[in-house]
């Protein structure tokens, strides 16, 4: 059981590349999330899905896009890096029991991504 | 929009004594609730304590407690018995009742610990 993981760890990009930052998850959790974390900073949300098929805007959507085909994974997509997307990449996850305090986020270990 | 504000961007502590983190927010809601997380160097996001905001009772995890006033929309944590393991920051967050559980952040406190 990996719960959620991550893939890659580390990127270097180049201003105006693109990259697909991957989560998976084997938790069948149905709501999952992406964060962005500034240096120094709490984190912010960019997307989010709470099922397959669906997904929604979060705080900070612009330059990313999503997708949520199957309950398991939800790619983070960069069309066009820029230094300002320079930040670490989580994805959580929680599952759908009513609306209590006990669904409980389960984040994976981050993607540090820098854009030069 | 909800917003948490942790005005204290660094503290420190004497290794077994008892450091107080200080987080506001803001809502219109009556209901939801609020989290303190850990995030040590590793950057992993571990939950240290949970509070649901209908419930007067503070919440209690081991050494770690808060101090939840409702009316001043104030939610501290209280580490007691601070442990070197202890340093990290942490992160005030606010999740709503309704919707998809979506959390929001604070800017977080780094603690340290002094031996």
């Known amino acids: 059981n990996a719960g959620v993981t991550q893939t890659p760890k580390f990127r270097i990009l180049k201003i105006g590349q693109s990259m697909t930052l991957q989560c998976t998850q084997d938790?069948?959790?149905?709501?999952m999330y992406w964060y962005r974390q500034d240096p120094g900073m709490g984190l912010k949300l960019i997307y989010y899905?709470?099922?397959?098929?669906?997904?929604d805007k979060g705080e900070v959507p612009n330059g990313y896009n999503v997708s949520r085909s199957t309950t398991e994974d939800f790619p983070l997509r960069l069309e066009l890096a820029a230094p300002s997307q320079t930040s670490v990449y989580f994805c959580?996850?929680?599952?759908?029991?009513?609306?209590?305090?006990?669904?409980?986020?389960?984040f994976g270990p981050g993607t540090r991504l820098t854009v030069l | 929009a909800q917003t948490v504000t942790q005005s204290q961007p660094e503290m420190s502590v004497q290794e077994a004594e008892t450091v107080t983190l200080s987080c506001t927010y803001d809502t219109s809601e009556s209901d939801y609730y609020l989290f303190w997380y850990k995030q040590p160097p590793s950057r992993q996001m571990i939950l240290v304590i949970r509070?649901?905001?209908?419930?007067?009772q503070n919440a209690t995890e081991n050494r770690f407690s808060v101090n939840f006033q409702k009316a001043a929309k104030s939610f501290s944590l209280k580490i007691s018995d601070s442990q070197l393991g202890d340093a990290a920051m942490y992160f005030c967050?606010?999740?709503?009742?309704?919707?998809?559980?979506?959390?929001?952040f604070g800017q977080g406190t780094r603690l340290t610990i002094n031996p």
């Open positions: 509070q649901e905001a209908y419930k007067q």
């Open positions: 967050a606010y999740r709503a009742i309704q919707g998809a559980q979506k959390l929001v």
């Open positions: 899905s709470v099922g397959a098929g669906i997904t």
């Open positions: 959580a996850t929680s599952d759908f029991q009513g609306t209590g305090v006990e669904n409980e986020q389960f």
């Open positions: 938790m069948n959790h149905n709501y």
